[in-house]
């Protein structure tokens, strides 16, 4: 564990495997960093995993959003003292890989979109609504499916961090493909999942839309989406995939919301073809 201090607000951020630098940036926003490693990617890159701001034993600043998140990161990615770093971002990590893709062209040697969006606000948000209202139905022989939806509502306005993260869990089993098939598999990421309540504000709020600079990004890129992912799936990816020159596009096709965990091996691969390019 280490760590930095960026305006008198503690970053803390870990290390861990070989090879270039790719830093991993989790979503949420408040999401803590365990659930996003990657044994898989370890292999490859040095991975730095942040803990944002407001989450696990980071500092809290007066102000959460967007900017925040990305002044933080620039000063991470300063700290770390290389010319050009990998740059990964998951689900709402990747509108703050974006937005940092779009301040910082020079810093990056590579971009990885990991089921994120070029867009959030009302339209993402009422089609992730309607796949979750959909749960249920598509197993109705799991009582446990029923729950989801509420579960998922309740932690948007849950109270503490212990709150918010139960809630989660229960309403996890949405964003994978096929949780029942394979809970027993998935028993320790979930252990893993951890929201810090502070700064979870429901995602839909906070307006995000670079779909008009995309074209901006010089890093080679690669987009990366779960088929069935209700939140951040193809019809997102394939916006970023058209919108950003050169950039690649691959579909997990037993995935929802993390392809690193449903299908590790496919995900490597995808985000190991970067270094690929520059060899």
Known sequence: MSYITVDGVQLTYHVAG??????????????????????????????????????GSSGRPAVYGLDTYVQFLAALIDH?????????????????????????????????????????GPD???????GLAA?????????????????????????????VSALLREALPVYFADFWARESEFADFLARVHISAEPATAPGGEPFDVRDRLAEITAPTVVIAGRRDFICGP?????????????????????????????PAEFSQAVTDILRDQS
């Open 124 to 130: 993402w948000w009422e089609a992730a609504m309607a």
């Open 18 to 55: 070989t090879g270039p630098i790719l830093v991993a940036h989790p979503g949420g926003p408040g999401f803590d960093y365990a659930y996003l490693r990657s044994p898989e990617l370890e292999k490859h890159f040095t991975v730095v995993y942040p803990e944002p701001v407001g989450t």
């Open 235 to 263: 019809r997102w990816a394939v916006m970023l995939r058209d919108g950003i020159p050169g950039a690649r596009l691959t579909v997990l096709e037993h995935s929802g919301h993390f392809g690193h965990v449903e299908q």
């Open 80 to 120: 770390l003292g290389e010319p050009r770093v990998h740059l990964l971002g998951h689900s709402y990590g990747g509108f703050v890989a974006q937005q940092y893709a779009l301040d910082h062209p020079d810093r990056l040697a590579g971009l990885v979109l990991h089921h994120t969006s070029p867009v959030g």
């Open 135 to 163: 749960y249920p139905d598509i197993y109705p022989d799991r009582p446990e499916a029923a729950n989801v939806p509420a579960a998922f509502q309740s932690a948007l306005t849950a109270g503490d961090d212990e709150q």
